[in-house]
């Protein structure tokens, strides 16, 4: 199982670091992911680390500004959000995933998404 935690209200410019728990034997090996829905929106790709933190994607809306990371030993991955932006409202949702990636048009997706965590709700204020 997966528990996504560390979202809130915070204003425009602010930084928030998500955290994604894993209990069992979800997460040693797979490729661990952030991913967020907005109100009326469908659910994107946000960043995403491999199994022993050596290779990272993001997504053009994160770059730059959000730092995804995993700590194995504790059984959990993190994403550090800066500078944010009321655009980067949304429910933010963790995911393990296997078989790598597509990239097409801009839009990135895991090939196979597995266990998915219940989401965190971010909201940032103007």
């Known amino acids: 199982q997966l528990q996504a935690s560390g979202g809130g209200l915070v204003q425009a410019g602010g930084s928030l670091r998500l955290s994604c728990a894993a209990s069992?034997?979800?997460?040693?090996?797979?490729?661990m992911n952030w991913l967020r829905q907005a109100p009326g929106k469908e659910r994107i790709f946000v960043a995403a680390?491999?199994?022993?933190?050596?290779?990272?994607i993001y997504s053009s809306v994160a770059r730059g500004r959000f730092t995804i990371s995993r700590d194995n030993a504790a059984n959990t991955v993190y994403l550090q959000m800066n500078d944010l932006k009321p655009e980067d409202t949304a429910v933010y949702y963790c995911?393990?995933?296997?078989?790598?990636?597509?990239?097409?048009?801009?839009?990135?997706?895991?090939?196979?998404?597995?266990?998915w965590g219940q989401g965190t709700q971010v909201t940032v204020s103007s």
């Open positions: 995911a393990t995933s296997t078989g790598g990636y597509t990239h097409i048009d801009g839009d990135t997706r895991a090939r196979e998404y597995g266990v």
């Open positions: 069992g034997t979800t997460f040693s090996r797979p490729n």
């Open positions: 680390i491999d199994w022993n933190g050596t290779s990272r």
